[in-house]
């Protein structure tokens, strides 16, 4: 099975809500799960009772088999505090071929759109693989 490994170099995107990065992989076949992963920095800035959700998307629709692949930021203050995330997961259910492997920021739930920050003065990576299911 197939492993992507990519690497940006400070991109430093101030995307609030929407696309931040998005990767191309080639799945193998149709029943192999995917197991993505982000590392890199996170923030939100600029508010008080805030909260931001980062979350990875196939094909521009969020997994739903086994569930979402997501990490939220809170703060009930106002600060600016760099957090290094590792957000990863598996999603089942989707078809062979060509997937357009996304990390979106967005609003969480019951809150607004705020400042977010991903990547400040740091290296991201994504590591998309793909696995055999699991045998039961």
């Keep these: 099975m197939e492993t992507v ?75 600016n505090i760099h957090r290094s995330a590792n957000i990863e997961g598996y999603c089942a259910g989707i078809a062979k071929g060509l997937v357009r492997v996304g990390l979106h920021v967005g609003q969480c739930h019951g809150f607004g759109i705020f400042k977010a920050y991903t990547g400040w003065n740091s290296v991201s990576r994504i590591i998309i693989e793909e696995f055999e299911p699991p045998v039961a």
């Design 5 to 79: 490994f990519l690497i940006w170099n400070h991109i430093n995107s101030e995307t609030d809500n929407g696309r931040v990065l998005e990767c191309p992989f080639t799945k193998a076949a149709p029943n192999t799960f995917l197991r993505v992963s982000y590392m890199g920095n996170i923030r939100i800035a600029g508010c008080k009772h805030c909260c931001m959700r980062w979350f990875f998307t196939f094909n521009d629709i969020e997994c739903k088999a086994p569930a979402a692949i997501d990490a939220v930021v809170y703060q009930n203050i106002d600060l």
